[in-house]
């Protein structure tokens, strides 16, 4: 299983981005899909989720109207698109598999390497 994160980058405050996961060695529509952020000095926070079939979105609070999670299962890459961002957005972005097929229990087995999101003028 390899999952591979790009498009961070360093992004002014009210700005946009968006995250790129490619996904491989595994069935990609049968496994929910989450990002999970880690801030400087700070631990995990889960950011957002997508159903196996892309039907369903789960968003942490601060995020809705900001953050938008999708799938492409044709092309097995899950997006993070991002706007209105804030400096407390400056983070680490993971995307992690979901570890039940066809579930969502929000326990992941498989990481991807992290891409790096900062935000500042």
């Known amino acids: 299983v390899q999952l591979v994160e790009s498009g961070g980058g360093l992004v002014q405050p009210g700005g946009s981005l968006r995250l790129s996961c490619a996904a491989s060695g595994f069935t990609f529509d049968d496994y929910a899909m989450s990002w999970v952020r880690q801030a400087p000095g700070k631990g995990l926070e889960w950011v957002s989720a997508?159903?196996?079939?892309?039907?369903?979105?789960y968003s942490a609070e601060s995020m809705k109207g900001r953050f938008t999670i999708s799938r492409d299962n044709a092309k097995n890459t899950l997006y993070l698109q991002m706007s209105s961002l804030k400096s407390e957005d400056t983070a680490v972005y993971y995307c992690?598999?979901?570890?039940?097929?066809?579930?969502?229990?929000?326990?992941?087995?498989?990481w991807g390497q992290g891409t790096q999101v900062t935000v500042s003028s």
């Open positions: 992690a598999k979901d570890s039940v097929r066809k579930g969502r229990t929000y326990e992941y087995d498989y």
């Open positions: 997508i159903s196996w079939n892309g039907r369903s979105t």
